[in-house]
Every structure is written in C-alpha cells, then in structure tokens.
C-alpha cells in the first residue's frame, strides 16, 4: 500500500501532539472535528508509515533535567564514520546526532548534569574512534524550543 502525503488535517494533529502528545484523541477528535476513532485511526497511520517515529518526556525546568548542554562539531575520518557513529550512539548524554554541512562533518546535541560531566564528555567523544577533532558550544539558554 502506498503512502498518503499528510493533509491539512494530519499536520494540525501533528501540531497539537507537539503541543502535549499526552493529549487523549477524545480531546484531539474534538479539536479536530472528528471522532476519537478517527483520530485513533490517523495516529495508527502516521506510527505505520514513520512520520509520528515515537513520543517522548520533556522535563520542566523544575524536574530532574541535565543542567549544561552543548553542540558538537565533529570532523570525522571517512574510513571510521561506522566506528564514529556507533560510539556516539553509546554514550546516554548524546541526546542526537545529525550530518552537516561545511567544515565540520557531524554535530552531536549532549546534555549533562554539570560543567564536570559535560566535560568528561566533551573528552570521550574526541577520543572516539573516527572523530578526528570537535569544536563545542556550550548552551546558555533557551531563547526557543519546540518538540
């Protein structure tokens, strides 16, 4: 079965799941102006066909959330890109990682609990296999997020 492209209707779902994804499909089916089994039945499609890839927790500002993050450019060696990426997907305070464009040939999002921690990170991922050399900015605040 081929893929549908997502109509009006699936990306205002998708914005109000942004939004608070705990929002029961009663209440999204009524902001919608469709039943709760409609709603059901979009989200069912969206999961299947990957464009919804899975819900998540975001912790206020009052939770338990790591306190110093940062971005990481990471030239890599081509020959242990493989090697490279598997490492990072082993370390828990990755929170992403995503190729780019430019200089730099990766950046990886980190979040740790503090100045310590972020650079007891910052030093394992430049011993990573494949990482040839970083260059790190620490996040200061938040001036805008969206999930």
């Known amino acids: 079965m081929?893929?549908?492209?997502l109509d009006d209707t699936d990306r205002k779902l998708i914005s109000l799941l942004r939004g608070n994804?705990?929002?029961?499909?009663?209440?999204l089916g009524r902001q919608l102006s469709l039943s709760r089994s409609a709603v059901q039945e979009r989200l069912k499609r969206l999961e299947r066909d990957g464009i919804i890839a899975?819900?998540?927790?975001?912790?206020?500002?009052?939770g338990e959330a790591p306190g110093?993050?940062?971005?990481?450019?990471?030239?890599v060696d081509p020959k242990g890109?493989?090697?490279?990426?598997a490492a990072l997907k082993k370390l828990p305070e990755v929170q992403s990682a995503y190729t780019v464009s430019g200089s730099f040939d990766a950046v990886a999002i980190v979040s740790a609990s503090n100045a310590a921690h972020l650079d007891e990170i910052l030093t394992r991922i430049g011993h990573l296999p494949g990482v040839q050399r970083t260059t790190s900015s620490i996040l200061l605040s938040t001036l805008v997020e969206r999930h």
Not at 2 to 5: G, I, T
Not at 21 to 27: E, L, S
Not at 68 to 75: I, K, M, N, P, R
């Open 68 to 75: 110093v993050g940062a971005h990481v450019l990471l030239s």
């Open 2 to 5: 081929a893929k549908r492209s």
């Open 21 to 27: 994804a705990r929002t029961p499909t009663a209440a």
């Open 54 to 62: 899975g819900y998540t927790l975001v912790v206020g500002k009052d």
């Open 81 to 85: 890109h493989d090697q490279a990426v």
